[in-house]
């Protein structure tokens, strides 16, 4: 596996030597080019100067004599003051003397065909050569005629040629050379130095992180990564999400081992009474004139397993519509539902000798929502209102428009809920202990799927409890 280290480190290391080579390879380019354009640009101005002097000795003295001490003296000053070297050649491209500026030569030979056949030709010759082997290093050289009018006629009388080395280019590209290489090696190290402190910065939380998640792998979920919370960068954001996670998984934990523990004591109970109360008739424990009576119980227990798993099979159902969409919704009339509800219910009220004061409006009430959810949110609500009510008190349901929102509130007056049992009321399988002993049929999942279903519809609901009255409140969505 490679690391983040040596990730961080290559790429650091690529980057700098490509940024060094480009940018070395620029400056030589540009050097070049600068260098090469001012030699040129001397040397055809020096070949024009020695041209134009040439040719006026010319006709001056009508022949060129090299060894004129005023001639030579010329030449030698443009040679040195130019540091350059000059060729005086005749027509044919023989060799009369050269100069260095401070030595003379006669015997340098003869220019290479090409050179005087292009400066006979086209007037001039300019480009980087070694001139046959003259000189043992390629140099830059111009080469211009040397030429005269008589009468109508230009005559070309000889050839003067300046060449200038290019060692001084050589010269700077050897100490920029230098330059770059120690300047590398000096970043280099650095780079090495920052990526190793900047990756262990970066990589410490990973690999505390890394370990805390094979931790909850083992089950371990109270591990935490803490200390980075005052970097104020990605990976404390990183961190926060990941205890944030923790936490969040650390929850889902306790709630499946409640859940677990809920369902096997939601089972067991009617489970046992129903296995005593068989075993008591078949065995003959149990009385001929108490069987009637047995049999009603174990029949009252099964109906509460069937709706415990009823129950259970809903909230799958709702568990994964939430996954996967939310519930198709569709226009209704929310009076109407309510109504039928309440009918529904007409008998539980009646049997715990509880009024229903309703307050909501006398024309149809359009809302947006899935009418059967919404059926059996309601139903839910005035069936625990119902329930939990002190007998001959009232149960109150409002319902009004506000802000787009139909405002739904079921109220009963019965025993307090605790406040820190309010936020649990929505949870799976959660039956408040006061309670127990009045729901004997409840399972704890009517509360929840209420929450669910609302959730879904991207509704809010709300309890509160004070002084023995119990207040549901949930909103839908005008249409």
């Not at 059996?376 to 939990?388: H, T």
């Amino acid at each position: 596996m490679r690391s983040l280290y040596r990730r961080q480190l290559t790429m650091m290391v690529s980057i700098m030597l490509l940024s060094f080579t480009l940018l070395a390879g620029a400056f030589m380019l540009l050097s070049y080019r600068y260098i090469i354009g001012e030699t040129r640009d001397s040397v055809i101005r020096n070949a024009g100067y020695i041209s134009s002097f040439t040719s006026t000795y010319y006709r001056r003295y009508l022949t060129l004599d090299v060894q004129d001490e005023f001639y030579s003296s010329y030449m030698a000053s443009i040679a040195m003051i130019s540091n350059s070297h000059i060729i005086v050649a005749d027509s044919a491209g023989e060799v009369l003397f050269a100069t260095d500026g401070s030595r003379f030569y006669t015997d340098v030979g003869q220019l290479p065909e090409d050179v005087v056949d292009l400066v006979m030709r086209e007037g001039a010759y300019n480009g980087m050569t070694s001139l046959g082997g003259i000189y043992p290093e390629r140099r830059y050289a111009s080469a211009l005629p040397v030429t005269n009018q008589i009468g109508h006629l230009v005559v070309t009388q000889g050839i003067v040629l300046v060449a200038a080395s290019a060692s001084n280019l050589s010269e700077m590209w050897a100490s920029t050379a230098t330059i770059f290489f120690f300047s590398a090696v000096v970043v280099f190290l650095i780079s090495v130095i920052a990526s190793t402190l900047t990756s262990a910065y970066q990589t410490r939380p990973l690999i505390e992180m890394a370990e805390a998640a094979r931790k909850f792998g083992q089950g371990e979920f109270d591990v935490r990564v803490t200390g980075y919370e005052d970097r104020c960068d990605e990976v404390s954001d990183l961190a926060e999400s990941f205890n944030s996670m923790a936490n969040s998984l650390e929850k889902v934990e306790s709630q499946r081992a409640d859940f677990i523990a809920n369902v096997s004591h939601e089972l067991k109970t009617p489970m046992t009474t129903i296995a005593g109360f068989a075993e008591g008739i078949l065995d003959g424990t149990i009385p001929p004139e108490r069987e009637r009576e047995s049999l009603e119980i174990v029949v009252s227990e099964t109906r509460r397993l069937s709706r415990l798993v009823r129950r259970m099979l809903d909230l799958s159902r709702l568990n994964a519509l939430a996954e996967s969409t939310v519930t198709a919704q569709e226009t209704f009339d929310f009076t109407e539902v309510m109504s039928r509800v309440l009918i529904s219910l007409e008998t539980k009220i009646t049997d715990r000798q509880l009024d229903v004061d309703v307050q909501m409006p006398e024309d149809k009430l359009m809302v947006w929502g899935d009418p059967d959810s919404i059926t059996q949110v309601c139903y839910n609500l005035l069936d625990n209102a119902a329930k939990f009510a002190a007998p001959g008190t009232d149960i109150t349901v409002q319902i009004t428009k506000k802000d787009g929102k139909a405002h739904t509130v079921i109220r009963n007056l019965g025993a307090t809920i605790p406040p820190d049992e309010l936020p649990l009321l929505f949870e799976r399988f959660h039956k408040a202990d006061y309670s127990r002993s009045i729901d004997r049929e409840g399972v704890g999942l009517g509360l929840y799927i209420v929450k669910t279903i609302l959730g879904n519809l991207k509704e809010n609901i709300t309890v509160t409890s004070e002084d023995g009255v119990t207040q549901f409140h949930f909103t839908l969505t005008l249409a």
